[in-house]
């Protein structure tokens, strides 16, 4: 190996995080040691560390950890030392983690509790740039059919498609549907459209007999759940 490529070995003894987790837990080990880890290497007269750090501060708009919730392929190998294949390592990691969150609220969910449906979808739905809007469908009895994306719009706004919501239910034999969508700017507040088409929905499913019991917005760690507010 190039010696101007360090090692996680090649670092002072009380520096590797391997031996600090070995010895203390994963939970003891800062955020570069926990990304050094799955790095292994490090890039020309970088130490595995000074690259995991590297990666958690090139972000401006979402610096630390957060920022691998929205790195590109391509975004992670314009940083010094990420090839291909270390650029994928971490886009992984971050999926995994997003996964990790739903089974942590997978055996809780409650379709009629708005906190657990935030809960189980906030991880995918929280980083996502665009707003997308994602159909529940539940039999009579509020048991899980299906969940699918109904639309994704701009950055700003997305495009209710009342239409292919009703053609969705109406094909799945759903019964009980619940609409969930993000905010990008990570305020989850419903705008007058939202109220707006909400109360549509729900008024156009009462005459199919499909209920719609709620609709919840997604924010960056915040929800809000349109019947909880009252808004229908």
């Known amino acids: 190996m190039n010696n101007n490529y360090l090692t996680v070995k090649e670092l002072p003894a ?3 995080p391997y031996e600090k987790c070995e010895k203390l837990g994963a939970s003891a080990l800062s955020d570069a040691e926990l990304l050094a880890v799955i790095l292994r290497t490090g890039a020309r007269n970088l130490t595995s560390i000074d690259l995991a750090i590297n990666i958690l501060n090139h972000s401006s708009i979402y610096p630390g950890l957060n920022s691998l919730n929205y790195f590109t392929l391509n975004e992670l190998m314009q940083i010094n030392g990420i090839g291909k294949v270390k650029a994928i390592q971490l886009l992984s990691v971050a999926e995994l983690s997003k996964r990790m969150s739903k089974e942590i609220h997978k055996d809780g969910l409650k ?8 809960n189980y979808y906030m991880q995918d739905m929280r980083h ?24 994704s719009g701009t950055v700003n706004a997305s495009i209710m498609p009342i239409r292919e919501i009703f053609i969705s239910t109406l094909k799945h034999d759903c019964v009980n549907m619940i609409l969930v969508h993000n905010h990008p700017s990570g305020d989850p507040t419903p705008s007058p459209e939202d109220i707006k088409v909400t109360k549509r929905i729900k008024e156009a499913g009462i005459l199919i007999g499909i209920s719609l019991m709620d609709h919840i ?11 909880e507010k009252g808004h229908f």
């Open 111 to 118: 379709f009629i509790s708005p906190q657990n449906v935030a």
């Open 14 to 16: 009380s520096e590797r």
């Open 217 to 227: 917005i997604i924010g960056d760690n915040r929800y809000i759940s349109l019947k």
């Open 128 to 151: 996502l740039t665009r707003e997308q809007v994602l159909l529940i469908m539940m039999d009579s009895k509020n048991r899980f059919i299906k969940d699918m994306i109904i639309s």
